[in-house]
């Protein structure tokens, strides 16, 4: 194997590298920004559930027991 051979070769390797690598930043950039979104979207659901989880135990703690009256009298 001759030297220009070898140095088309490893031409051709670095810029299979730079176009992987390219492309994995461009996956990682994505991730990046789909795990932001998820992240915001959780902290929301997470102070919705907080303002409402009181209110949300009590109506289904009377559901239920109005549920039980309702099966044990038909």
Same mark, same amino acid.
């Given at each position: ?5 070898? =140095?088309? $070769? #490893? *031409?051709? !390797? /670095?810029? %299979?590298?730079?176009?992987? &690598? ?5 996956? =990682? %950039? *994505? $991730? $990046?920004?789909?795990? @932001?979104? #998820?992240?915001? @979207? /959780?902290?929301?659901?997470?102070? +919705? #559930? +907080? *303002?409402?989880?009181?209110?949300? #135990?009590?109506?289904? !703690? !009377?559901?239920?027991?109005?549920? &039980?009256?309702?099966?044990? =009298?038909?």
């Amino acid at each position: 194997m001759n030297l220009e051979t070898r =140095i088309e $070769q #490893l *031409e051709m !390797k /670095v810029a %299979f590298q730079e176009d992987n &690598i390219e492309t994995l930043n461009s996956e =990682i %950039f *994505e $991730q $990046q920004r789909k795990l @932001q979104l #998820l992240s915001e @979207q /959780v902290a929301i659901l997470a102070t +919705k #559930l +907080k *303002e409402h989880t009181p209110n949300q #135990l009590a109506s289904e !703690k !009377k559901r239920c027991a109005h549920r &039980i009256i309702n099966t044990l =009298i038909c």
